[in-house]
């Protein structure tokens, strides 16, 4: 019997930015102070454990009532001085399944870049595959502005 396989979608995006890479992954993994920097979006933790594999946190995506919430669980974590330093997730939720991962890499002692990777599986079948083509190129430019946030958060010296 044939067995259908689920399309994912990649999605990668980079930016660098003018910090340290131990810097910069702090400023990734502290949970509550991604709004600061990432669009329309507010993460939690929910389990007490907070840094590490095993970790639960969720993104709250949207405006008011047009929002979404993307639970994820930390599969992956190699900090800073790994390199890359590397954060993986499984996304866990209905709307939003599959992988994701950011990575940190030293350029020089002030110098990082960030490459924030997602593997998704669309829902909804062929009709989500053929709306992802629509959705992804506002994805990427929304994960492109994050990540510019990012490195102005970070170059700030804030975290």
Known sequence: AARAVAVVAELV???EVAAAAGHVWSALVDWPTHGQWM???RVESTTAQTEGA???IVGITGI???AFRDTMTVTSWQPPPAQP???GVEHTGRLVRGSGAFEVETIDAGHSRVVWSEWVRPPGGLLGEIGW???RPVVALFLRISLRRLAKYAEAGRR
């Open 13 to 15: 995006v980079a930016a």
């Open 39 to 41: 669009l329309f979006t």
């Open 54 to 56: 095993g970790a639960g």
């Open 64 to 66: 008011g009532p047009c």
């Open 85 to 87: 330093a590397r954060c």
């Open 133 to 135: 083509l629509g959705v």
